[in-house]
Nanobody, 115 residues
Framework: VQLVESGGGLVQPGGSLRLSCAASGFTFRNYDMRWYRQAPGKERELVGGISSVGGSTNYADSVKGRFTISRDNARNTVYLQMNSLKPDDTAVYFC?????????WGKGTLVTVSS
C-alpha cells in the first residue's frame, strides 16, 4: 500500500486549495479513505472520510461546510477540496486507509494559511 499526498502550499485566509492523494498497491475502489491533519504541537485529528461504496462522506465539525472529500476510482485518487481556509487550518494533511485492521498513511503535505 502506498499513499502519496500532494497539493499543499501557502494560501491566504479565505483562499482555497485542493489536495490529492494517489493510492497504489491495493484495490482502491474497495476501501474507505480518510483525511487527517496534524497542526504544530497538536495531536493528529480526523478531517473526514469517504466510503468505498456510494461515496458517502463525513466531516469534522471544524471543517463542515468548507471542505469536500471526493474520490476518482478510475484514477485511484482521493481529493480534499478546502475552501474558506483559516489560519487554524494550518497543518500537515495526511491520507489514510485501513486494510485488514492496519492503518496506512502517506507522508503528508503541508498547508499553511497565513497572510
Amino acid at each position: 500500500v502506498q499513499l502519496v499526498e500532494s497539493g499543499g502550499g501557502l494560501v491566504q485566509p479565505g483562499g482555497s486549495l485542493r489536495l490529492s492523494c494517489a493510492a497504489s498497491g491495493f484495490t482502491f475502489r474497495n476501501y474507505d479513505m480518510r483525511w487527517y491533519r496534524q497542526a504544530p504541537g497538536k495531536e493528529r485529528e480526523l478531517v473526514g472520510g469517504i466510503s468505498s461504496v456510494g461515496g458517502s462522506t463525513n466531516y469534522a465539525d471544524s471543517v463542515k461546510g468548507r471542505f469536500t472529500i471526493s474520490r476518482d476510482n478510475a484514477r485511484n485518487t482521493v481529493y480534499l477540496q478546502m475552501n474558506s481556509l483559516k489560519p487554524d487550518d494550518t497543518a500537515v494533511y495526511f491520507c489514510n486507509t485501513r486494510k485488514f485492521q492496519r492503518d496506512y498513511w502517506g507522508k503528508g503535505t503541508l498547508v499553511t494559511v497565513s497572510s
